[in-house]
């Protein structure tokens, strides 16, 4: 790349050889951790973060650091809206002009820049059936890939096959289950793992997170701001079994009980049950939730002497 003659050739190559160094040439002073993550070199990596930490602004960073000096490369930013990844590539073009001229955008929208040496940086919704066209991609970051579906996460690695490109997954905890949870816990050395809760981020004060801690549980709060997975494998509402004060599984008042059903392997297996009261309140008192096992496997987790209803879609597979 020949510099603009604006451009110091010095303070070119700082911003070449560190990344960190987009967001301070972008007047930002970057956390520790942040430093961290745009000086790694790791072709997987992944990250759990707090809410409100910084999360998308270091890799926004970075696939801007990408695109200014790996001509012709391609960078595509998922999320699980088009909405989301939109928010993420406006970082990336807000970094770009907030550094200068470096290297002239060709082209800009709402869901891609390209630049004149050819990279592209291009935002894409969690919809697996539109993200296979692509190929050679040289960064795949995955926004909030908590929340991304599995399937999704399954049809864009082999992007990466020919490239050897890098892959970035970011996101807040949520719950025990996909793909993002089984990667950090069991993923195996080849991830490089960066964990970023409240104390990490100096913007978040106590006296907001107590409030937090007020207004919506303990157990939100370790998800949300201190990187726990809090879900339990099997539960919908991390505290349900916490809150709920009835025995599960009826209980000899002669209390009608009901459940409802909704059969899944890939998308999740759900069952909910509960009984009426005197005043026709039903009371929820159990659930299930989990993806890919097989029926047998959910069948010691449901109560008997429980009126169930099925979700009638697919009654000849069930």
């Known amino acids: 790349m020949v510099p603009p003659a604006s451009v110091d050739p010095i303070g070119l190559l700082r911003l070449a050889l560190d990344p960190a160094a987009l967001l301070t040439a972008a007047g930002l002073t970057p956390d520790p951790w942040q430093q961290q993550l745009l000086r790694c070199q790791a072709r997987q990596v992944l990250l759990v973060g707090s809410r409100q930490a910084g999360k998308s602004t270091a890799v926004a960073a970075l696939a801007l650091h990408t695109a200014l000096f790996r001509r012709r490369s391609l960078t595509l930013l998922l999320s699980p809206s088009l909405r989301q990844s939109a928010e993420l590539l406006r970082k990336v073009v807000d ?10 955008a060709r082209f800009q929208s709402q869901t891609r820049l390209e630049l004149a040496n050819e990279s592209r940086v291009i935002s894409l919704p969690s919809r697996e059936e539109t993200v296979r066209s ?81 207004a919506l549980g303990d157990s939100w709060v370790r998800q949300e701001y201190e990187c726990s997975f809090e879900s339990l494998e099997g539960l919908v509402f991390p505290d349900f079994e916490q809150r709920c004060g009835v025995d599960d599984g009826p209980d000899g008042s002669g209390r ?63």
């Not at 039903?282 to 659930?287: A, D, N, S, T």
Request: aromatic share 12%; with cysteine; proline share 8%.
């Open 95 to 104: 970094l770009h002009r907030a550094v200068g001229s470096l290297v002239p």
């Open 134 to 214: 692509f190929s050679n991609v040289g960064l795949l970051l995955l926004d909030e890939a908590a929340r991304i579906p599995d399937e999704l996460y399954r049809a864009v690695r082999p992007m990466l096959a020919a490239s050897r490109g890098r892959i970035i997954c970011l996101s807040t905890p949520f719950g025990q289950r996909g793909f993002f949870w089984h990667e950090w816990t069991a993923g195996g050395p080849a991830w490089q793992r960066f964990r970023v809760g409240v104390g990490d981020c100096p913007r978040i004060s106590p006296e907001f997170l107590a409030e937090e801690r007020r």
């Open 256 to 318: 009608p009980w009901v459940g409802g059903i909704d059969f899944g392997f890939r998308n999740p297996f759900a069952a909910v049950w509960g009984f009426t009261d005197a005043d026709d309140v039903l009371w929820i008192v159990g659930e299930r939730y989990a993806r890919e096992r097989p029926l047998h496997e959910h069948l010691p987790h449901l109560p008997r002497q429980v009126v169930w209803y099925a979700d009638p879609t697919g009654r000849q597979e069930i």
